[in-house]
T-cell receptor
Framework: EPEVTQTPSHQVTQMGQEVILRCVPI?????FYWYRQILGQKVEFLVS????????KSEIFDDQFSVERPDGSNFTLKIRSTKLEDSAMYFC?????????????FGPGTRLLVL | DANTTQPTSMDCAEGRAANLPCNHS???????VYWYRQIHSQGPQYIIH???NNETNEMASLIITEDRKSSTLILPHATLRDTAVYYC????????FGAGTILRVKS
């Protein structure tokens, strides 16, 4: 069964450094998402992406964040200058369509630790 | 905040049906109800969704009341591996996760 994959599974970085989290969505999916979950807290929406552009983003997704689909298969989340509070599990998700027709399929996550 | 209300936790005996309720009284007429779950330390997992009619798939059944103000997710024969946090979410698109229901399946 097709699944969303994410790399790396764990990432440790120093505050102020740039990180890139990578995702390979399910191949026939058209909508892509990033969510994060700070330890012990709820899963929070960051951004949705369709047709090579951001379709919606949350307040969390400020200028330090960016997303890209560089090659038609990968979907990346970049944090330009990491802060301690960026430490979280980051989940990528993809769906065939947006609300109403299909669910979103999530990857296993990347655990980011900012020191 | 989520537009749905769920009990904080529930227990279920292994092999029995688990019935997880959700209130979504403010749902609009064309908004679907989605159910996801999150097993500890894993990514959320899509279970099922519905609009008006009851739905069933290989994982679960979804019963939606006629007025669409509430629904029940049914796991017909719960196993220990079904222990997870279950989220009822509406609408789809940008998913807004609440606290969900912690389901503990006990042997």
């Amino acid at each position: 069964e097709p699944e969303v994959t994410q790399t790396p599974s764990h990432q440790v970085t120093q505050m102020g450094q740039e990180v890139i989290l990578r995702c390979v969505p399910i191949s026939n999916h058209l909508y892509f998402y990033w969510y994060r979950q700070i330890l012990g807290q709820k899963v929070e929406f960051l951004v949705s992406f369709y047709n090579n552009e951001i379709s919606e983003k949350s307040e969390i997704f400020d200028d330090q964040f960016s997303v890209e689909r560089p090659d038609g298969s990968n979907f990346t989340l970049k944090i330009r200058s990491t802060k301690l509070e960026d430490s979280a599990m980051y989940f990528c998700a993809s769906s065939v369509s947006t609300s109403g027709l299909r669910g979103q399929y999530f990857g296993p996550g990347t655990r980011l630790l900012v020191l | 905040d989520a537009n749905t209300t769920q009990p904080t936790s529930m227990d279920c005996a292994e092999g029995r049906a688990a019935n997880l309720p959700c209130n979504h009284s403010t749902i609009s007429g064309n908004e679907y109800v989605y159910w996801y779950r999150q097993i500890h330390s894993q990514g959320p997992q899509y279970i099922i969704h519905g609009l008006k009619n009851n739905e069933t798939n290989e994982m679960a059944s979804l019963i939606i009341t006629e007025d669409r103000k509430s629904s029940t997710l049914i796991l017909p024969h719960a196993t220990l591996r079904d222990t997870a946090v279950y989220y009822c979410i509406s609408p789809g698109g940008k998913l807004v996760f609440g606290a969900g229901t912690i389901l503990r399946v006990k042997s």
